[in-house]
Every structure is written in C-alpha cells, then in structure tokens.
C-alpha cells in the first residue's frame, strides 16, 4: 500500500552516464528498468540520449511521437510514453537531430517541468544519456539525484569516467556517484576497476564513489540485442542477468524508494 506523498513529491532520478560510449549505457539503463519493474517498481524509462536514440532500438519499439515532439509541439509527455511492460513506460527520444542534445537553457527548463509533472506517476525514474559531456548529458545529470556512472576495464573508458565525474563535481558540485563496471572477465576485474576510478578520484577529487558491483562480459547481452529484447527476460539465468538483478537490488538499497527530493525541480 501506498502512503500519502507530501505535495510536492518527487521519486528518486537515476541517470546513467558514462562518457565514453558504447560501454553498455543502455543496455543496462534498459535491463536495470526491466529488473526494478519485475519487481513491482513503476518504472519511468527516460531515453536521454536526445540525438541518437536507442532504448526504442534494443526494445524493437515503434516510436511515433517523442521527446523532440513534446518540446516543439507542446504535446503531453502522456502520449508519447510507450508501455513496454506492466509498470513499465518509456519516453522515447528521436534520432537524427543533433540541435536536441544541445538542450537550450529554454529547453531545459520546460524539460524540467514536463519531466517533473511525468514522474509523479511512477516511483522511479532512470535516464539513459548520450557518450560526451554535451549539454543534454550534464543537464540530465543535475537534474536526477542520483549518477549512475558505467565504466568498463578499459583504460579510455576509466578516463572518460574519471572526467565525467570531474565535470559533475567540480561544476555542478555533484558529490556522490555509483559506479558499475560493465563487460568484466570477473568479480575481481570489477573490482579492480572500481578501485583503480577510486583512487584516482580521491586524489583529485571531492567525491564519494560508491560500488554497486560489477556485470559480466556476457553473450546473452548481445543477443538480447539482437533479439531486440531484454537479457532479463529472455536469459533470466545468464550471469549478467543475475548481476543486474543484484543491481537493482543494490539500487533500490541506495536510493531508497521513498526519498523525497532535497532539491526544487530544475528551473523553477
Ligand atoms: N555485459 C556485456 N556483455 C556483452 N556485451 C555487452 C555488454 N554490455 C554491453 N554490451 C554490448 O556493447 C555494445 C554497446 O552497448 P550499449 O548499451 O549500446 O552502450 P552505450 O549505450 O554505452 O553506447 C552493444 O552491442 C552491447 O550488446
Ligand atoms: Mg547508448
């Protein structure tokens, strides 16, 4: 059952990033929101990567209207969602319009407000962002509560991370990040990753990184992409399904569902 929420009530915002890309962004932001959902969780999928696209892609969904729509033409964010599984909906973005993901400041605001008002009808909200540090990625960054930062072993993703968090914190005075290295050989790659982004950060850095553990190098997720279907559901048992399950897991302890926001919504 659900208790009152105070007026003003926000569910917690997950944002997962990465700057470098093709490090497995969406294909976690994709099976992270299934995970939560399977859970009872309602689950607000936003695709943030506003000039490609690709949530709609590894789903197989057929996308009419979307974001762009929403802020051209004033429709209701409503319309546009895509129910994809019970209690879970994604806001699709389109491809191709590379003006988007430089989200004007009058964009941003009216983003925020749409966002915001969409939000309150779900309990969670993760957003997929683009690779770089444009301004629709920095934007969507500030505007959840929590960072989600993906990285693999790779050393130029390691240092895409590490400049990520440097722009988030030192700009935008973003404190405390959660990390998941994706694409590892083992636990112990995991967490030699972690650690190896760790001490960086704490030497240069004001920050709090916190582990969420680490998924799998797995074939399941390639062919849940070309499958066109989430790896959750059709390899429950693949190694990086139960990795991502325990992410949710760990997700859910972290940004706790009944967090209400310490932060007024962006551009009000
Ligand atoms: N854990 C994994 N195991 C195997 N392949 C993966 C894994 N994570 C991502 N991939 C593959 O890497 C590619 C890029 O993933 P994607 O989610 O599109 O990255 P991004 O959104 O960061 O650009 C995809 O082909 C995907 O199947
Ligand atoms: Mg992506």
Same mark, same amino acid.
């Given at each position: 059952?659900?208790?009152?929420?105070?007026?003003?009530?926000?569910?917690?915002?997950?944002?997962?990033?990465?700057?470098?890309?093709?490090?497995?962004?969406?294909?976690?932001?994709?099976?992270?929101?299934?995970? !939560?959902?399977?859970?009872?969780?309602?689950?607000?999928?936003?695709?943030?990567?506003?000039?490609?696209?690709?949530?709609?892609?590894? !789903?197989?969904?057929?996308?009419?209207?979307?974001?762009?729509?929403?802020?051209?033409?004033?429709?209701?964010?409503?319309?546009?969602?895509?129910?994809?599984?019970?209690?879970?909906?994604?806001?699709?973005?389109?491809?191709?319009?590379?003006?988007?993901?430089?989200?004007?400041?009058?964009?941003?605001?009216?983003?925020?407000?749409?966002?915001?008002?969409?939000?309150?009808?779900?309990?969670?909200?993760?957003?997929?962002?683009?690779?770089?540090?444009?301004?629709?990625?920095?934007?969507?960054?500030?505007?959840?509560?929590?960072?989600?930062?993906?990285?693999?072993?790779?050393?130029?993703?390691?240092?895409?991370?590490?400049?990520?968090?440097?722009?988030?914190?030192?700009?935008?005075?973003?404190?405390?990040?959660?990390?998941?290295?994706?694409?590892?050989?083992?636990?112990?790659?995991?967490?030699?990753?972690?650690?190896?982004?760790?001490?960086?950060?704490?030497?240069?850095?004001?920050?709090?990184?916190?582990?969420?553990?680490?998924?799998?190098?797995?074939?399941?997720?390639?062919?849940?992409?070309?499958?066109?279907?989430?790896?959750?559901?059709?390899?429950?048992?693949?190694?990086?399904?139960?990795?991502?399950?325990?992410?949710?897991?760990?997700?859910?302890?972290?940004?706790?569902?009944?967090?209400?926001?310490?932060?007024?919504?962006?551009?009000?």
């Amino acid at each position: 059952m659900e208790r009152a929420r105070p007026p003003r009530w926000q569910p917690p915002r997950l944002c997962l990033s990465s700057g470098k890309g093709g490090v497995g962004k969406t294909s976690l932001a994709v099976n992270l929101a299934f995970a !939560l959902a399977d859970q009872g969780i309602r689950v607000l999928l936003v695709d943030g990567d506003l000039g490609l696209a690709n949530v709609d892609v590894l !789903l197989g969904l057929e996308v009419g209207a979307t974001i762009r729509e929403v802020l051209t033409q004033d429709l209701d964010p409503r319309a546009v969602l895509i129910q994809v599984a019970p209690g879970l909906a994604v806001l699709p973005a389109g491809s191709g319009v590379a003006e988007l993901a430089n989200l004007s400041r009058e964009d941003q605001t009216h983003l925020g407000r749409l966002l915001a008002g969409l939000a309150r009808d779900f309990q969670v909200v993760l957003v997929d962002t683009a690779a770089g540090l444009g301004p629709a990625v920095l934007w969507f960054n500030t505007w959840a509560h929590h960072n989600l930062v993906v990285v693999t072993p790779d050393p130029t993703s390691l240092t895409d991370a590490y400049a990520l968090i440097k722009v988030l914190s030192r700009s935008y005075r973003r404190r405390r990040f959660l990390v998941l290295p994706n694409l590892v050989a083992s636990e112990a790659e995991g967490e030699r990753t972690f650690a190896a982004l760790s001490q960086v950060a704490a030497r240069f850095l004001e920050v709090e990184l916190n582990y969420l553990g680490s998924i799998p190098a797995d074939p399941a997720v390639q062919q849940g992409v070309r499958e066109q279907l989430p790896f959750v559901q059709a390899a429950p048992r693949a190694a990086a399904s139960r990795a991502v399950a325990s992410v949710a897991a760990q997700v859910l302890g972290s940004i706790g569902l009944w967090h209400s926001s310490p932060q007024e919504e962006a551009g009000s």
